[in-house]
């Protein structure tokens, strides 16, 4: 296993920059091997993320199974308000609601 590692290593001059090239090649080649076994969509890692995707899932649930048309249309609404939260489009309440509950303000 030592043998390995020998065989592994990088030798690298900080002085002269001798090695560089192949270090950066070395590391270029894990980042490549590291993203190919990565999953295709990234996982949801923060919390208020999530959220906002179950809220989207269970407003689509609420418009397949509305039958009158405004009641429909009012949870695609509230869905893509909900994906608006991570994308980008956020309107002022929510950005209220963030500031106002997660920063103290006023408190």
């Known amino acids: ?43 949801l890692t923060r919390l208020r993320h999530r959220r906002s995707v179950e809220d989207a899932r269970a407003a ?7 039958r009158e048309t ?3 249309a009012e949870d695609l609404r509230l869905a893509a308000r909900a994906l608006g939260r991570i994308t980008g489009r956020v309107d002022v309440e929510d950005l209220l609601d963030v500031i106002f509950n997660d920063f103290c303000i006023g408190k």
């Open 1 to 43: 296993a030592l043998q390995d590692e020998v065989d592994d290593a990088l030798f690298v001059s900080a002085r002269d920059g001798t090695g560089m090239d192949a270090l950066v090649d070395a590391l270029r080649a894990r980042v490549i091997a590291a993203t190919e076994r990565a999953p295709a969509t990234p996982p």
């Open 60 to 66: 689509l649930d609420r418009a397949r199974a509305a």
């Open 70 to 72: 405004e009641l429909r």
